[in-house]
C-alpha cells in the first residue's frame, strides 16, 4: 500500500510539475458565506490548529496564524491513476497553495472521530520563497439525502414487479452516519458499507441471509447491478446508479 502511494505521488509530482498555474482572482470577503454553503470536504490539523473546507465554487484554507489564511475559486484536482490521491494547486495575487488527499485511515488524535483520508497542506504567501507544510485528516461530507429507504423500481432498463422476487420488491435503507446499507435483496436480507465522493457512490462488503431462492428470483441480477453500481445522482425522489456502461438501477425513495 505504502509502494503505492509513492508510486502516486511521483505520478502527481511528474504532471503537477510540469503544469504552470494560472493566477485565479481573490475572492471577496462578503462572498465566502455564500460560496461555502456546502462543503464537500473538510479537514483539520491539531499542531498547530487549522481548518480546510472544499465546495463547488471555493477552498477556504483557515489558521490560527492568520497570515496563512488562504481562499482561492475552486479547481479541479490532479488525480493519481493507481489509488485514490489527489491534489488541488492553486494560486492567487496573495500566494499558492497545494493541498493532497490521500484514502487513508488517519487520526486526530484528539478525539475518537473516524477519519478516512489524510490531508497534507502546503501555503506560499506572497513573494516568500518559504513554505509552510502542515498534515492533518478529512473526510468527505456524506451526502444526506442517500439517508433514507430505497425501493427498486428498475434494473438496467427494466421494470421489475414483486412477481420476480420473494413477497416484495427489493429496498435499501442507507444510514449516512455509520456509511452503511441494510436490507432485502428480493430473496435474502443483505446489509454492507457504503463509499462515497461527490458524485460517486459504491456499495461493498455485502453480506446476506442464506436462504434458498427460486430459479426465477432476481435477487441475483439486482445485486450484480448494485455492486457494479460507481455513480448516482438523486431528482424527483429517485436514486439512479450507474457506471460507465450505463444506468444500473433506479430506486425510488419511501417514507
Not at 32 to 39: R, Y
Not at 131 to 140: F, I
Not at 167 to 196: H, M, T, V, Y
Not at 210 to 215: N, P
Amino acid at each position: 500500500m505504502k509502494k503505492l502511494i509513492q508510486m502516486s505521488f511521483v505520478t502527481i509530482l511528474i504532471v503537477s510539475c510540469t503544469t504552470k498555474l494560472k493566477s485565479l482572482p481573490e475572492i471577496p470577503e462578503d462572498e465566502i458565506p455564500k460560496k461555502m454553503a456546502f462543503h464537500y470536504f473538510s479537514a483539520i490539523g491539531t499542531e498547530p490548529f487549522w481548518s480546510l473546507e472544499i465546495s463547488e465554487s471555493l477552498i477556504k484554507f483557515s489558521a490560527l496564524d492568520e497570515n496563512l489564511n488562504f481562499n482561492a475559486p475552486y479547481v479541479e484536482p490532479i488525480r493519481a491513476m493507481d489509488s485514490n490521491v489527489k491534489m488541488y494547486r492553486a494560486e492567487t495575487e496573495s500566494g499558492k497553495i497545494e493541498i493532497t488527499i490521500i484514502q487513508e485511515d488517519c487520526s486526530d488524535n484528539m478525539s475518537e472521530k473516524k477519519y478516512y483520508y489524510k490531508v497534507e497542506v502546503t501555503i506560499q504567501r506572497g513573494t516568500q520563497k518559504d513554505y509552510s507544510s502542515l498534515k492533518g485528516c478529512g473526510n468527505y461530507t456524506f451526502d444526506y439525502r442517500l439517508h433514507d429507504i430505497w425501493v427498486l423500481e428498475e434494473v438496467e432498463g427494466k421494470t421489475f414487479t414483486k412477481d420476480f422476487f420473494l413477497e416484495e420488491l427489493p429496498f435499501l435503507e442507507i444510514n449516512s452516519n455509520d456509511r452503511a446499507f441494510s436490507g432485502f435483496g428480493g430473496c435474502n436480507r443483505i446489509r454492507g458499507k457504503l463509499f462515497q465522493e461527490r458524485e460517486l457512490l459504491r456499495f461493498y462488503d455485502i453480506a446476506s441471509s442464506k436462504m434458498m431462492c427460486d430459479s426465477k428470483n432476481k435477487e441475483g441480477v439486482f445485486i450484480k447491478a448494485l455492486t457494479s453500481a460507481t455513480t448516482y445522482e438523486i431528482k424527483n425522489n429517485r436514486l439512479y446508479l450507474s457506471n460507465p456502461d450505463g444506468m444500473k438501477l433506479i430506486m425510488k425513495k419511501v417514507d
